[in-house]
C-alpha cells in the first residue's frame, strides 16, 4: 500500500455524508483534497475545519450536472494542483416510487447527477491522467445496481449504468495507466436517509467513516493494481434474496 502524501483527491458531493468522510479520510493520510459540491458554505467550513486540522483542502463550488461547472472544476485543479491522482464519484441523489407515478423530471434529476455527472467528471479527469500516465477513478455506486428495491427505478438504473460507465472506463484507461474500479456500498448512514431511518435502523446500517476506510484501501493501492468492484455492507442487511 502506499501513501496519499502529496497526492491530489477530488470528491464530488463532499460537503456530507460518504463524500465528507471520504475526504476527511484521505485528508488523513496526508492528501490534498479537492472538494467538489452544490453549497458553497457547507464546502467552505468543511474545508475550514480540515485545514484546522492540519490538512490542505480546497473548495470548490460545482454542479456536476453543468459541463461548464464541471470544466470550470478541473480548470481550477489545473491551475492550483496541476496534477490528479484520484477521482471520487461520489455525487448522488435518491428518488423514486410506483414507476407509473413518477414523473419525467425527476428520472431526469436523477441521472444527471449520478450518471451524467460521473461521467462528465470522469471525461474531464481522463484528460489529465492520460498526460500524466497515471490516475485511478472510483466511483461510488451501490449494492442497488446488483440486487435493487421496489419503487427504485431511476436510481436502481443509474447505479446499473455507473457500473457499466466504470467497466468501459477501466477498459479505456488501462493502456494509459488509469485504474477504474466501483465501490458498492449497502445502507450506509447518510442524508439519503433522513426520511426512511427505521427501515434503515431495521435492516443494519453502515458508518459512512467505515466505507471510507474501504475507499482508502482502494485508493492506496500500487500503481497497476485495481480493484474493479467491492461490495460492502451491514451482515444483517437483507441484501443476498432480499424482496
Known sequence: MISLKEKVCLITGASTGIGAAIAQTFSKDGATVVLAARSAEKLNAFAESIQKQGGSAIPVETDVCSEASVIALFDRIKSECSSLDILINNAGISAGGPVEDLEFETWRSVMQVNLDGAFLCSREAFKIMKSQGSGRIINIGSVS???????????????????????????????????????????????????????????????????????????????????????????????????
Open 145 to 243: 445496481a446488483i440486487m435493487p428495491r421496489v419503487h427504485s427505478a431511476p436510481y436502481t438504473t443509474s447505479k446499473f449504468a455507473l457500473e457499466g460507465l466504470t467497466r468501459s472506463l477501466a477498459l479505456d484507461g488501462r493502456q494509459f495507466g488509469i485504474s477504474v474500479g466501483v465501490l458498492q456500498p449497502g445502507n450506509t448512514l447518510t442524508p439519503l436517509w433522513d426520511d426512511r431511518l427505521e427501515v434503515a435502523n431495521k435492516e443494519g446500517t453502515m458508518d459512512a467513516n467505515d466505507l471510507a476506510e474501504i475507499a482508502l484501501s482502494m485508493a492506496r493501492l500500487p500503481d497497476g493494481i485495481s480493484i474493479l468492484e467491492s461490495t460492502i455492507l451491514p451482515i444483517s442487511m437483507p441484501f443476498l434474496g432480499r424482496g
